[in-house]
């Protein structure tokens, strides 16, 4: 959008105001020195290139080559991660720990991360709210800290992940805030890579899950590898002994009743006060249920009058329990979760796909693979797509200013010189290809285009226009008069994103300082391409159809003073 | 080839070999595990656990009384497994936890009397038990 406005104003705006405002200005041709300097330098410098190309070539086609090398150590991430200054903890302890043990362990932790320089506050939430989101138990806590601007980030993070580490019989994780959201909304969960088992026991499920973790778990660069909480907790179950109940004249439902009641609590009414509606609940007292024996001596009536307990009416024992169900698409389900730094997500991706491949599920079984690699992969696509139309639009442009679908070609082809500045210069930089570096790849090459353009336009103008015969004359006169405009632009867009380059990667710049990298990069490798090797290779490979060799008339324009 | 591009292609294979050489020594670095937990003879599993862990999680210890025949102490000490059988965490070397089987005859306010169990004297973990019943079921590992 800001091309299409700057390409407008250039062509209405520009002129008008310099009718206005140069109108009565005197035109002096007055010429910059520095210009004069580099014109007469460049001049010996391409003259002598273009009379050996051959040394010119073999430099681009190494630079090339480099690149190529290159790519493949780059890492490829979705997004950048952002160097948020808030963190979240999760902190949650075996099913089955009591409120009270996850006040003090949360407690312990808070003061002791309290104690990191830089850490500025802290504070935790356990278990489930009334009106909460998320359905969780008790043993669910959240711890979140946030740091200060003028801390070193990364000693921080990783003071704070020492500390949490130390930590062990509880999961564990330090996370970012947008990080962790994203995660949820593209897995469900807060991870980046999540493998879901789905099917119906949870028995096998388990096993499963346990059988991909112990196969993943060493891989390269994986971490905090880990199954969902999906364990056995102890649970009380009555179960009523139905011919001692017989005997004492007592109905299994009212056993039933009466323990629900002395266990759980029944609500008997309501009471309005102060606004608010607060519910009347009839229950034992604590000591008479806090433990399976005072449960066994729960007293209830028989018919006869006598008081029978409720351990000779009903066998009352200790049962494991599944804590928690999971369900996904009408199917229960257990997840094995893993953290990835960004740039190896493809890499480890493909890895536990292909270490799964040779896991054997049972019919009705089956593994799918969520999280950002999926969203990346969708996304790198779109890309592709995008980026063979923008190419196919450019080489359209390029015939169109030179009309020649050779010359257009030739352009095309150069286009990879200046890819590959982005490319080391990434290298160099953050070694990871993101989302920035996509756009400032794709940035580059139409500031590549558009530099070959002028170049190759003037000479084609010199030719038809001003009458000079396709040669080495006209090719070095060509380049010497562009070489002003093409440094200046090149220069002005520099500028540009020097800034962003120089800032670094602070927070705030994450996107925007990998693509001003890129885009530096790029113009470096494309200008020297554009004032070097274009010149040489138009020389060659640029002559027009029809055209004779030197000495000879030009069959259009204006009959030179040469004759 | 002229003498000064021969040097030109000479660095540039350099910079390409060394570019390769460097993306290659990628440093590992090894995260050592907290808490290890060793199966012994009998099914028990003995937790070990680095120093400064056994402070954070705040492991406390409380000693068994013995009170006219019958051992008492706090009932915080039990640890109930998947079947309701109770057990309680010692500690047989500093950093080092086991559990061991505890009958409970009864259990009166906050107190807990039992006969058959760790002897009288024994260090029971009271506070940070929940913690290493999480590291044996393998939370967080």
């Known amino acids: 959008m800001a091309i299409l406005a700057s390409m407008i104003v250039a062509m209405t705006v520009t002129p008008a105001l310099a009718l206005v405002m140069l109108s009565k200005v005197p035109l002096e041709r007055r010429v910059s020195p520095i210009a004069v300097w580099l014109q007469a330098r460049y001049e010996m410098l391409l003259s002598r290139i273009i009379d050996n190309p051959r040394n010119a070539y073999l430099t681009v086609g190494f630079f090339i080559a480099l690149g190529g090398l290159v790519v493949p150590f780059l890492g490829q991430g979705l997004f950048p991660s952002f160097k948020e200054r808030d963190f979240l903890m999760h902190w949650v302890a075996k099913p089955g720990t009591s409120h009270r043990e996850m006040l003090r362990i949360s407690i312990e932790g808070g003061k002791e991360l309290l104690t990191i320089p830089g850490v500025r506050n802290f504070g935790a939430h356990v278990g489930q709210g009334t009106l909460a989101d998320e359905p969780v138990g008790m043993n669910f806590g959240e711890n979140w800290i946030s740091i200060e601007r003028s801390v070193d980030y990364d000693k921080t993070r990783a003071a704070v992940q020492e500390v949490v580490d130390g930590y062990p019989g509880l999961y564990r994780d330090v996370q970012t805030y947008l990080k962790e959201r994203t995660k949820e909304v593209l897995t469900g969960t807060g991870h980046g890579l999540v493998l879901r088992i789905s099917g119906d026991d949870l028995g096998i499920l388990r096993k499963k899950a346990n059988e991909v973790k112990d196969l993943i778990d060493d891989i390269d660069d994986i971490h905090g590898v880990h199954v969902d909480l999906v364990l056995d907790i102890p649970q009380l179950e009555i179960k009523v002994d139905l011919a001692a109940a017989l005997h004492y004249g007592i109905k299994p439902g009212d056993v039933r009743r009466a323990a629900s009641t002395y266990i759980a609590s029944e609500e008997a009414g309501d009471i309005w006060r102060g606004g608010k509606n607060i519910e009347v609940h009839v229950w034992s007292s604590p000591e008479h249920r806090n433990s399976i024996n005072s449960v066994k001596d729960l007293l209830l009536d028989a018919n006869t009058g006598e008081r029978v307990r409720l351990g000779d009416l009903a066998t009352v024992q200790m049962r494991p329990t599944p804590n928690i169900i999971l369900r996904e698409a009408n199917s229960r389900r257990v997840d094995v979760s893993a953290d990835v730094p960004d740039s190896e997500l493809g890499r480890v991706a493909r890895e536990i796909e292909a270490r799964v491949q040779k896991v054997e599920f049972p019919i009705g079984y089956h593994a799918e693979l969520l999280g950002e690699y999926k969203e990346r992969q969708a996304a790198s696509r779109r890309l592709q797509i995008m980026s063979i139309g923008s190419l196919l639009i450019i080489l359209l442009t390029l015939q169109t200013a030179f009309r020649s679908w050779r010359l257009a070609t030739l352009v ?101 300082h990998p693509m001003a990298v890129v885009i530096l990069g790029g113009l470096v490798t494309s200008t020297v391409l554009n004032l070097f090797v274009v010149p040489s290779l138009y020389l060659r490979f640029g002559r027009p159809e029809g055209a004779s060799t030197d000495g000879a008339q030009p069959t259009t324009g204006p009959i030179s003073a040469t004759g | 080839m002229q003498y000064n591009s021969r040097w030109a292609v000479a660095v540039v294979v350099m910079a390409a070999l060394s570019l390769v050489g460097c993306s290659e020594a990628v440093v590992k670095e090894v995260k050592s595990t907290p808490a290890t937990v060793k199966k012994m003879d009998g099914g028990i599993n003995r937790i070990t656990l680095v120093e400064s862990s056994t402070k954070r999680l705040g492991i406390e210890f409380v000693e068994v009384k013995s009170q006219g025949g019958k051992l008492e102490a706090p009932y915080d000490v039990v640890v109930y497994d998947n079947f309701g059988k109770e057990w309680v965490y010692t500690s047989p070397e500093p950093n080092v936890f086991t559990r061991t089987p505890i009958k409970i005859d009864s259990v009166v306010g906050d107190t807990l009397y039992f006969s058959e169990g760790p002897p009288a004297g024994t260090k029971m973990v009271i506070s940070g038990a929940a913690e290493l019943l999480g590291i044996e079921a393998g939370v967080g590992q």
């Not at chain 1, 070694?431 to 336009?457: C, Q």
């Not at chain 1, 380049?479 to 405009?485: C, T, V």
């Not at chain 1, 632009?489 to 996107?511: D, F, H, K, R, W």
Request: glycine share 14%.
């Open chain 1, 412 to 512: 095309m082809l150069t286009l990879p010189f200046a890819l590959v500045g982005g490319f080391l210069a990434t290298a160099v930089g953050d070694a990871v290809i993101s989302l920035g570096t996509l756009v400032g790849l794709l940035t580059v090459v139409g500031i590549a285009a558009r530099n070959g353009i002028l170049l190759i336009n003037h000479c084609q103008h010199l030719e038809r226009y001003e009458g000079m015969t396709f040669g080495r004359a006209l090719v070095l006169r060509g380049a010497k008069e562009r070489l002003s405009p093409i440094l200046m632009t090149s220069m002005a867009t520099g500028m540009g994103v020097l800034p962003l380059v120089v800032a670094g990667s602070i927070p705030g710049n994450e996107i925007e």
